[in-house]
T-cell receptor
Framework: GAGVSQSPRYKVAKRGQDVALRCDPI?????LFWYQQALGQGPEFLTY????????KSGLPSDRFFAERPEGSVSTLKIQRTQQEDSAVYLC???????????????FGEGSRLTVL | QQQVKQSPQSLIVQKGGISIINCAYE??????FPWYQQFPGKGPALLIA?????SEKKEGRFTISFNKSAKQFSLHIMDSQPGDSATYFC???????????FGTGTKLQVIP
């Protein structure tokens, strides 16, 4: 596609429910990032994939958060047993550059806004 | 731990004025400093970026000034326009890796 596509754009979950957020990166982009953006804050790094390999998951806040990119393209961020503090916009970004390659521009999707009641 | 500190949190500038946003960092391993612009309901988009081997970079009305010794950098928007109203994030990247660390953001409002 022309840009990074994320779905759903909006998700309301009851506390304790599991949610899955999807990211479809720009075709051919090697790198894929997930960021969490709380209201009025900057994006916070969650995890990074180079193709299908998850090379950095240091930003995942708890073991309730899980991400995968099994075929090196589409990625899913799963949050189990959602809590109110998980309410945020989850941003996906992709880049042509590999993890240790030359600096590549990040292209962001519009995000998935999660509200946990 | 906030690795990139940004100020002010919000800024109101009259049309035609200069908008200035400041950032500071501690990690000397940072080697790339981008600025992102975010409109409501959209993802951040790269605006302009600089490496620490230059002190200034200009693209149109947007200029980054970089002070390596002070570990500070700033974004100047000349002749600010209402269409520039958005949230601006400074960011930094560690040498050799793609992970970008963002500041907390500055909400800019340009009034006619």
């Amino acid at each position: 596609g022309a840009g990074v596509s994320q779905s759903p754009r909006y998700k309301v979950a009851k506390r304790g429910q599991d949610v899955a957020l999807r990211c479809d990166p720009i075709s051919g982009h090697v790198s894929l990032f997930w960021y969490q953006q709380a209201l009025g804050q900057g994006p916070e790094f969650l995890t990074y994939f180079q193709n299908e390999a998850q090379l950095d998951k240091s930003g995942l806040p708890s073991d309730r958060f899980f991400a995968e990119r099994p075929e090196g393209s589409v990625s899913t961020l799963k949050i189990q047993r959602t809590q109110q503090e998980d309410s945020a916009v989850y941003l996906c970004a992709s880049s042509q550059a590999g993890w240790t390659g030359p600096t590549g521009e990040l292209f962001f999707g519009e995000g998935s806004r999660l509200t946990v009641l | 731990q906030q690795q990139v500190k940004q100020s002010p949190q919000s800024l109101i500038v009259q049309k035609g004025g200069i908008s200035i946003i400041n950032c500071a960092y501690e990690n000397t391993a940072f080697d790339y400093f981008p600025w992102y612009q975010q409109f409501p309901g959209k993802g951040p988009a790269l605006l302009i970026a600089i490496r620490p081997d230059v002190s200034e970079k200009k693209e149109g009305r947007f200029t980054i000034s970089f002070n390596k010794s002070a570990k500070q950098f700033s974004l100047h928007i000349m002749d600010s326009q209402p269409g520039d109203s958005a949230t601006y994030f400074c960011a930094a990247k560690v040498r050799g890796y793609q992970k970008v660390t963002f500041g907390t953001g500055t909400k800019l409002q340009v009034i006619p």
